[in-house]
């Protein structure tokens, strides 16, 4: 195969994995894994094996992520994490999918009924037309989870300010609380039964991680958990090369959903590993491997892998010019958005049919 | 009235009222004082008007107090408190009587389950043996009271760290979290309804009314809540004459209830007024403006007003010596210890049938 399983952000990956005291992620490990891993796009982790025990011994064990209801849109970082918790869930994984109501209220001052409206209307139907079955996962609001609450409370008196200071460069009351709010929600399930864990994240997100595995440590004693495991994505880069994509500059974001016109008019003019001319593209090929386009392709829209290596070789012998291969990019979104409408259409018609944990 | 409303600690708590920016209390603006505040023993308040107006043009408002389910006796810093209540209580307050199971479980590292045992099986049956009357009154566990969270998470965007330390002196997470926790108790019940509040306090419980007050006004948009009144009573004095009776000097220390012998062989050795010699005190007479013993008369044992004035005059006069004295106070407290016993069995039969509110 010829995929670079590091891209172009090689160095910086490592270091992460290697700063942090991260495994590097072990497709090997896991059955059939699933595209972000088997092209490296999930690069890293911590305790994997325990997942990978629990996958192949048919143990139980949970996955979990939040649903940040703030703007009515997604991006490729939530895409990615849904592909996973669906890939753990389609795999034996219970699942869990809170709304995280109290954060928002903390960091967006949304309040608790907005963000339930939002949800209900758009984040939840919008992360099961992005693959997570809802018959098999347990949603929450966390203003509505009481057991929440106690660990919060009980969390507290296990972390120094100097420790989150440490951990996340600042504390300040309301960030204290979101870190032990996601601790709790991390651990709660366990409070039922101990089993292993798996949070896929955001290499941003770690710190959450690290604060859960200290919690885990220092509450040994009283709760016995056992310490999350999780995986790690690497971001989708902006459309003009920068490492991550992000909403401060529109012009290179491409959101979930939006206007397939306006997301081809920005392919457009994405950076790529084209040459100057396009006579010199087609002698010395394409670079890929420097290419957001491809970088998207392999990311979120060639799903088989033939058809990108065929991609990748088209463009490396001059055969497939950047302007087509946009075009190739243009159809793919078009045809996710059209899927992803559909699919999200017949889940909001559904949603008084969830079920949510209550405490 | 002979009675020294400051008693021997005049200046101290001159100190604090000032240095808090207390007012001090007046006892005029309060239908029919109780014993407490007819005799000084509640010395100063915060916004004690709005309370006086609630009661004469019979408002609404409420009172609050908390129990923290620790050790299962109570002191009589518990007593005052509870007497306070009770005053507002017979005058028109809507009265919320919550368990601090969350702040004890921080605080203490007692569980919530054993928190919830010991508030069922000794300090709710207590309070009510003291004066609450349990049909009007509102009680609740903090760990079962979802609005208080909602609260909790909206108030810790509203103070800084530095603010924190500036009123508590040390700021770490737990602390952070039980001082706002206290905030959320006393506003709750003005989601439903704004209106006046009272909480009765010990004078080192002010920072949480300060804290309060603070968040009041910060989220005045937000929330538009009332800012809570206050009133503070002295402290009982330690039968050796320091400030503050305390369990750390158990000989010193009179716990509710305890058994009357242990009480009056401590009563004993109290520090009184008294002088060297019994001639001496036939002939000068005693000093009860010195004395614990006449202290303990004034704030507990004697609710008569002409009674204490006898023992202050008798005692003024030589004609009553310390030991009759002392033995007056030992009958009181016997006295006081089966009426308390008889009640406190007779609430805790009837517990199965208090309310809880739950959210």
């Given at each position: 195969m010829l995929i670079d399983p590091w891209g172009s952000e090689l160095l910086e990956y490592e270091k992460v994995v290697n700063d942090f005291g991260l495994e590097l992620f072990n497709k090997?490990?896991?059955?059939?894994?699933?595209r972000l891993m088997n092209r490296g796009i999930v690069f890293a982790g911590r305790d994997l094996k325990r997942i990978s025990d629990a996958i192949k011994r048919k143990k139980k064990f949970y996955a979990l992520t939040g649903i940040m209801?703030?703007?009515q849109k997604l991006h490729f970082g939530n895409k990615m994490v849904i592909e996973n918790i669906r890939y753990f869930q389609e795999n034996g994984a219970k699942t869990f999918l809170l709304v995280a109501d109290l954060e928002a209220m903390i960091a967006?001052?949304?309040s608790l009924e907005e963000a339930r409206r939002r949800a209900l209307e758009f984040h939840i139907p919008a992360y099961i037309a992005l693959g997570i079955n809802p018959k098999k996962t347990f949603f929450y609001f966390q203003s509505e989870n009481r057991k929440l609450t106690k660990l919060v409370y009980a969390f507290?008196?296990?972390?120094?300010l100097s420790e989150f200071r440490a951990i996340y460069g600042k504390a300040d009351p309301e960030r204290i609380l979101a870190a032990l709010t996601q601790a709790a929600d991390i651990l709660f399930?366990?409070?039922d039964e101990k089993m292993p864990c798996i949070v896929p994240v955001?290499?941003?997100?770690d710190p959450h991680i690290r604060l859960t595995r200290d919690i885990v440590r220092r509450t040994k004693t009283e709760f016995g958990f056992i310490a999350p495991s999780s995986i790690y994505h690497k971001y989708t880069p902006s459309?003009?090369?920068?490492?991550k994509m992000s909403k401060s500059k529109p012009e290179s974001c491409i959101e979930l959903p939006e206007d397939p016109d306006s997301v081809c008019r920005k392919l457009k003019r994405a950076l790529t590993g084209?040459?100057?001319t396009i006579e010199e593209q087609r002698k010395k090929g394409g670079q890929p491997e420097k290419c957001i386009v491809f970088e998207l392709h392999k990311q979120h829209?060639?799903?088989?892998d033939d058809e990108l290596a065929k991609i990748f070789n088209d463009c490396k012998t001059g055969k497939l010019l950047c302007k087509e291969c946009k075009q190739i990019a243009c159809e793919r979104y078009t045809k996710f958005t059209e899927e992803f409408n559909k699919k999200f259409e017949k889940a909001r018609k559904k949603i008084d049919r969830l079920k949510f944990l209550k405490d």
């Open positions: 090997k490990l896991f059955p059939k894994p699933n209801p703030t703007a967006r001052k949304i507290s008196r296990r972390i120094t399930p366990q409070l955001g290499i941003d997100q459309l003009d090369g920068s490492i084209g040459r100057e829209f060639i799903e088989r």
